[in-house]
């Protein structure tokens, strides 16, 4: 199940329980974690004095149900009651707690439906579909919503981990308070289908966007394990402020430096911004663009920046390529082509 606040998690939970100090329970985590893990799996299971589906039988999860969520690996239940949470105290706590035989009022959740591309009908209830309904999951006991997506973290004791807390406020709008099915497995259904899941463009890039955003803010440097010469800030690589030197640098070492085709890597990071993992696509854009404009300008002038282009491209890779196959000689052979101050090629 995954957040729809701005950069939302998966719902997750670990063996680690809350601290003494920080819960009043000390009962398992439940957190928000971005990354692929068993311990985001969980089980939609029955109430205790309901009787689960037969072998072989599918029961569909409809707006209304009443269920409990089983952690998968631990086999505890997503559970609340009237404790204040672990860091926003005003609001209470979320915990993995009981077993599925075991009746417990406090880890029933009732599903409503927020969002969906179906449109809603008096006559018929409306099946949770994985990815395109969007869903609160309602505290029976309580009556607050479970929450996560606020920018708050866990300590080190929660491995920094997004908070989960059950919201007091009845606001099933939120994005804080909406959740969605990103995967579900059950061999007695057919695959959906792309078909099955329409998707909205501009959410999804928004979506994507600060989900790389939010991931690369979590990336701090060490500084007792990172040396000043391997750090670097966000905006210099895209325009090749500095690269990186990957062996020792004595004259008599072959030496290797890490550093791109500064025509095609600055001109690609005019077009596309979120730079390494989409340098390929940068490339081809880049390359687009310049194609596009080109054309405006006439045949032939369109032809010689075609040209002209790519002998650049070819002559920078030709002039930087001992940088790559290997520096044999002292460094200061290469002086001439540090084009920048801030490139420690030399020196």
Known sequence: MKNNARGGGLLHSHIQRYPPGASGSEQQQITCYSHKDVNNNWIVIAPAN?????????????EGDIIRLEHEQTKHLLHSHSLAAPITKSQ???SGYGKADIDDPNDLWKVEIIKDDRPKSTKERREVRSLTTRFALRHVRLGCLLHSGDGVNYPEWGFKQAEVYCEKKDDPSSLGNLWNVEQHW????PPGGAAAYPSNFWRDFVDLNVAMWTTNNALTPDDTKEPDALT???LQWPFMEVGLRMCGWGDNELKFYLLGNPIVWIGSSVGLHHYFPALYFAIILFAFIVDHLGKRVGKVLHTFILLALSTAVI???VYFSDFAFGMDGPAE??????WRSTWNIYG
């Open 50 to 62: 309901e009787t689960m589906p037969a072998e072989g039988e599918i029961r569909y999860l409809y």
């Open 315 to 317: 002559g920078v890779f």
């Open 92 to 94: 209470w706590e979320v």
């Open 186 to 189: 059950n061999s007695l259904l």
């Open 333 to 338: 052979q290469w002086k001439a082509r540090q």
């Open 232 to 234: 670097s800030k966000p």
